[in-house]
């Protein structure tokens, strides 16, 4: 029995902190309401431990404010529960951090009799700030300063019957708690705006290259960019339209998920950029934004590691597709474009006529114009295809690339 219930009592604080989430509650909304519960509980057993001390030394009065504390807590956090509202539980408990303390400093005759306990009102601003932002917090902010004001006129008592020492120790314990939690509220926002920084960076470096995302950072300008020596690669699916029609969906975007997810990783790996992926047709370039002297060396190895995977992957009996690729070297013009969902691309002569290697391929073969050919010959076996007629282009002369010199490629290349 005891062993069944354990379980049960450890998933208890975790379900607790959870009463004002709902279902459909985007990971950092849960996350925020989550802290507002864990904030509001916290404060709770201080309360407790300072309605104690002034009962037991005569103050009852004063005893029963910071205990109200409980009750009026726990109801806004069944509220809260009810209603799922974060904006609502984060007034009621701003309104309770700023008046509490208020009403215990006129209970007690004022700030030194009290030891500044109205102090603790400086928690509202610092909680709205949290949970509402920098507008929520500023309300509060001169909703605290207006009680300040108000409790330097608020003093019908000259002294209460709280001996100095205990008056002195609450001075040092209110400063060092309310430091404390104010601390404790401050690091959870400054993780809060790390997290959402994490986020926003890795989303920024899904769909730019990291130089170009720290230059669109730092200021606002046009990124366009001028690279003398580059190589494009672009390798796209053959006879895909079939495919579409024999699979179902979801098999078709998972097969192509599966290659084009090898295909990054290939890329990664050998320091070719990727550009981006259109329907079945993947680009990258080798030497932008980073230019690099083996830029053809290092688009070449990426095409036939992309080659020995779609290989390896028919060996093992996988379903596979068969892919055309094309590669051509020489000067482009990279840059973004756009000021909402924006993209680095890269233009010119060279790029155009990588697609045109690719679309007058052959499946399983890497085609190569003269100029990459010319950059490759000293380390990678070419085989001369001859001269072809290219849309656009008119005669060009044309290599397959067949391996590097001397080495065995293969999808781990």
């Not at 200021?219 to 690669?233: F, G, N, Q, S």
């Not at 691309?345 to 100029?371: C, F, P, Y």
Request: hydrophobic content about 50%; overall charge positive; aromatic content about 8%.
């Amino acid at each position: 029995m005891v062993a069944r219930a354990l379980p049960r009592i450890s998933t208890m604080p975790d379900r607790l902190l959870n009463i004002g989430a709902k279902p459909d509650d985007p990971p950092e909304l849960r996350r925020r309401k989550r802290l507002m519960v864990a904030f509001s509980m916290a404060v709770m057993p201080t309360g407790f431990v300072w309605g104690a001390i002034y009962y037991v030394l005569g103050e009852t009065t004063a005893a029963a404010v910071p205990i109200a504390y409980m009750p009026f807590a726990a109801a806004n956090l069944a509220a809260f529960a009810r209603t799922r509202d974060l904006d609502q539980v984060r007034r009621g408990q701003c309104l309770l951090i700023l008046s509490l303390p208020f009403v215990l400093h006129v209970a007690l005759g004022g700030f030194e009799p009290s030891s500044g306990v109205v102090l603790w009102s400086v928690l509202a601003p610092f909680c709205a700030l949290v949970f509402g932002g920098i507008g929520a917090g500023s309300r509060w902010l001169v909703a605290f300063s207006a009680i300040v004001g108000i409790a330097a006129f608020a003093q019908p008592r000259a002294t209460n019957s709280l001996p100095q020492a205990v008056i002195t120790l609450f001075f040092v314990a209110n400063i060092a708690t309310i430091s404390a939690v104010a601390f404790a509220l401050l690091a959870a926002y400054a993780r809060q705006l790390a997290a959402e920084r994490g986020r926003s960076e890795r989303l920024l470096l899904n769909v730019l290259p990291a130089s170009i995302a720290s230059r669109l950072r730092e200021r606002e300008e046009v990124i366009a960019d001028r690279y003398p020596a580059a190589t494009v690669i672009f390798a796209d699916v053959v006879n895909s339209t079939p495919l579409t029609v024999e699979l179902e969906p979801e098999r078709m975007v998972a097969l192509l998920d599966e290659h084009v997810t090898r295909f990054d990783q290939l890329a990664d790996r050998h320091g070719v950029e990727k550009i981006r992926t259109i329907g079945d047709n993947w680009m990258g370039v080798a030497g932008v934004p980073a230019p690099r002297p083996d830029h053809a060396e290092a688009t070449a190895r990426l095409a036939l590691a992309m080659l020995a995977y779609v290989d390896e992957r028919r060996a093992s009996g996988m379903r596979c597709l068969d892919f055309r690729i094309g590669v051509n070297s020489g000067p482009v013009i990279g840059g973004v474009i756009g000021r909402r969902k924006f993209v680095f691309d890269i233009w010119g002569d060279t790029v155009n006529t990588a697609a045109r290697m690719e679309s007058h391929g052959v499946a399983g073969k890497v085609q190569l114009t003269e100029a990459t050919y010319e950059l490759l010959k000293e380390r990678f076996v070419c085989e001369p295809r001859g001269t072809i007629e290219v849309k656009g282009k008119g005669a060009v002369r044309t290599w397959w690339l067949v391996a590097e010199s001397g080495t065995r490629v293969s999808a781990n290349s």
